[in-house]
Nanobody, 124 residues
Framework: VQLQASGGGLVQTGGSLRLSCAAS????????MGWFRQAPGKEREFVAA????????YYADSVKGRFTISRDNAKDMVYLQMNVLKPEDTAVYYC??????????????????WGQGTQVTVSS
């Protein structure tokens, strides 16, 4: 599975960005998908996950209510809509995929595949 993330950029506090991740997979809906991020000097952390069908989602507490993960299985795409951005959201954001037979997500995914990152910078 190859994953290509895009949509990062520079935005002011309170602004919005939409990240996209294009997947190259034989059967995209065999994978739970997720977003992770890594800020300078920090470990990579989980942001959001979505189940194979898109029926369930799970978020880190730090982004709950501000970020929305979605997917389009017809286009092999996953998205992260980020609203009310804060300087602490500044990080490199990574798209990830987990091969699984589970139909729900109840927590962070355990990625089998990673995409390259896209930089998100939120200015204060």
């Amino acid at each position: 599975v190859q994953l290509q993330a895009s949509g990062g950029g520079l935005v002011q506090t309170g602004g919005s960005l939409r990240l996209s991740c294009a997947a190259s997979a034989r059967t995209f809906n065999d994978y739970n998908m997720g977003w992770f991020r890594q800020a300078p000097g920090k470990e990579r952390e989980f942001v959001a996950a979505i189940s194979r069908s898109g029926g369930t989602t799970y978020y880190a507490d730090s982004v709950k209510g501000r970020f929305t993960i979605s997917r389009d299985n017809a286009k092999d795409m996953v998205y992260l809509q980020m609203n009310v951005l804060k300087p602490e959201d500044t990080a490199v954001y990574y798209c990830a995929a987990q091969a699984t037979s589970r139909v729900r997500v109840g927590g962070p995914i355990r990625p089998d595949y990673w995409g390259q990152g896209t930089q998100v910078t939120v200015s204060s």
